[in-house]
């Protein structure tokens, strides 16, 4: 039977007892770096194929340079952890996995990094839409601007940081669409509150330049690679403006939770024909497999995981 398990102060724990103390200075101050990260259940292979798994934690270990959070543990046993816990668990589904490194010191009233402990936490909870919307999605743009890298930086994930996204979610669900999109500083197009955004123009794909405050998105890395492999198709990094979406053929949206979700429309106006585009369907049903483990060419970025029975 599967069993709710996390990875706590060293030590794989039941879910119940991984707990910090209300005096926590990273619940006060956003002060950790977290990972969102996909586990993919196949059936026929009775097998859980976790989505580049290395290279999320290579960015959360980016994250714990800026943050000057000191954890004790590298990659290959960052992966070793995450694999071992999964078969502890034993979930024979698909499953989110949220690595966080964090600020453990029970230290408030202090508003500076060095000196401070750090721990790293690791749970895993079944996860299947992200998005509750069958088809093309509906978005707005938001009223809250992307935060600059002169803030907080954006290419990784600091928790404090996700305010900004959350703000931008809360208004357009209250409003009734089903995902925001934020504008810079400058109404260039930064991101979704949570995923790279792709627009596709005249047979082009177009996309922000990560320059544009947006995370280095992993999914947004994979996309790049599928879209020219697989479809011969290279993207554009540039700037993107709103008035651009509104005329566009296709845009859509990537994440590890949103996988490749379509947008139909946007502000009420209508993208392409309102329903998923020919290239953003051959880009999902692509990813689809590869995330599955189902497609031997890029089968190396999927860590297997074979359960325990």
């Known amino acids: 039977m599967p069993q709710a398990m996390a990875f706590f102060r060293g030590e794989v724990v039941p879910i119940a007892d991984a707990k910090v103390s209300i005096m926590t200075h990273a619940l006060h101050y956003g002060t950790s770096v977290f990972e969102g990260v996909r586990g993919n259940w196949n059936e026929d292979q009775q097998t859980l194929f976790v ?20 954890i004790p543990y590298g990659v290959d046993e960052l992966c070793g952890i995450t694999s071992r816990l999964l078969r502890t668990c034993g979930y024979a589904e698909d499953v989110y996995i949220r690595p966080i490194a964090y600020k453990s010191e029970e230290l408030v009233a202090n508003l500076m990094l060095q000196r401070l402990s750090s721990d790293f936490a690791l749970v895993v909870v079944p996860f299947g839409s992200y998005i509750e919307t069958e088809g093309a999605i509906h978005c707005c743009t938001s009223s809250w601007r992307r935060m600059e890298d002169t803030n907080i930086p954006p290419r990784v994930k600091v928790s404090g940081a996700y305010v900004n996204m959350i703000l931008a979610k809360t208004e357009a669900t209250l409003a009734g669409f089903d995902e925001a999109l934020l504008l810079n500083q400058d109404g260039t197009v930064s991101e979704g509150a949570g995923e790279s955004l792709f627009m596709v123009s005249d047979g082009a ?7 544009d405050n947006n995370l280095t998105g992993i999914t947004r890395d994979s996309v790049f690679q599928l879209a020219k492999n697989e479809l011969g198709m290279d993207i554009v990094e540039r700037h993107l403006y709103r008035s651009e979406l509104y005329l566009a053929d296709e845009v859509f949206l990537t994440g590890t939770a ?41 089968v190396h970025w999927c860590t297997p995981v074979t359960l325990e029975r």
């Open 51 to 70: 989505f580049r798994l290395r290279e999320h934690y290579k960015r959360l270990l980016q994250g714990c340079r800026i943050m000057m959070l000191d």
């Open 205 to 211: 794909i177009h996309t922000p330049l990560l320059g």
């Open 258 to 298: 949103a996988h490749v979700t379509p947008v139909g429309k946007l502000d009420h106006r209508t993208i392409g024909s309102g329903k998923i585009g020919p290239v953003t369907q051959s880009i999902s049903d692509i990813y689809s497999k590869v995330v599955r483990g189902d497609a031997p060419r890029y």
